[in-house]
């Protein structure tokens, strides 16, 4: 499909993220564990995934070969904190799978190439003009960059998850969804982040954001008890 009739499919419905990740050590951080969370959220209704690393691409594509995928590829780099999709090798590999959607780091940080991380959003547009392009942004100003560099979808998912970000609360980061939709009226926005429960979910649209992806909140059993167990631990 095209890019419009994917913007039009996915509009005000939900991704969910099938990584697992949340804790080193997950016992659910299997291939056919995360396969079976992609089939459970979908029979649950949503529209489409985000998988990281090409195995985990591959296997929910070869069963959903039609739902739309934001697909990654984490790669971690000693001393770098840029490690989403950060660079055309790991774009080529999952572009070839079939992603409707690559995300990437959008951040105004250094790659380990010594580039802004959204630098490359010019280099796989030429590459690649039917895939859909993701920034995954954490401020404003990382928004302002990655659209002017091309973006075709801006997401919040790095706030919270950066150094010049990380006092933002447990809570979807719904000030910076507002913020870019005041600044560009008619980009595509997902709200990705500390999406916990349905009314996250509703201020999250309400703020503006044409899509929404949820992760841990579905997907990752050893998350979910933490955070009712750190609560219960603040209020003994």
């Known amino acids: 499909m095209s890019k419009k009739e994917l913007f039009d499919y996915i509009r005000g419905n939900m991704f969910v993220s099938c990584q697992g990740t949340c804790a080193k050590g997950n016992p659910f951080y299997t291939p056919e564990r995360l396969l079976l969370m992609a089939k459970a959220a979908y029979r649950g209704g949503c529209i489409g995934f985000r998988a990281n690393t090409p195995e985990i691409i591959s296997l929910i594509k070869r069963v959903y070969p039609d739902v739309p995928m934001i697909g990654i ?15 055309m090798r790991e774009v080529d590999r999952i572009a070839e799978i079939g992603c409707e959607i690559i995300a990437l780091d959008g951040t105004h940080r250094k790659n ?18 039917n895939i859909a392009i993701m920034a995954d942004i954490g401020t ?17 998912t790095m706030s919270g998850y950066t150094e ?16 870019i939709r005041s600044m560009y009226p008619d980009i595509f926005i997902i709200a990705e982040g500390r999406i916990w429960t349905r009314e ?3 201020a999250a649209m ?31």
């Not at 010049?164 to 913020?179: G, R, S, V």
């Open 73 to 87: 590829w984490k790669q971690y780099t000693f001393g770098n904190d840029v490690y989403i999709t950060p660079s």
């Open 112 to 129: 380990a190439d010594g580039e802004y991380a959204w630098e490359i959003i010019p280099k796989v547009k030429a590459k690649y003009p």
């Open 140 to 156: 404003i100003e990382d928004a302002k960059y990655s659209y002017e560099a091309g973006a075709d979808i801006i997401a919040t």
């Open 164 to 179: 010049n970000t990380a006092d933002k609360t447990d809570t979807c980061d719904f000030q910076l969804i507002k913020d």
């Open 200 to 202: 996250d979910a509703q």
């Open 206 to 236: 309400d703020c503006g954001a044409d899509s929404i992806v949820v992760g841990s909140a579905v997907t990752d059993p050893q998350c979910i008890t933490q955070r009712f167990v750190k609560h219960l631990n603040a209020h003994k």
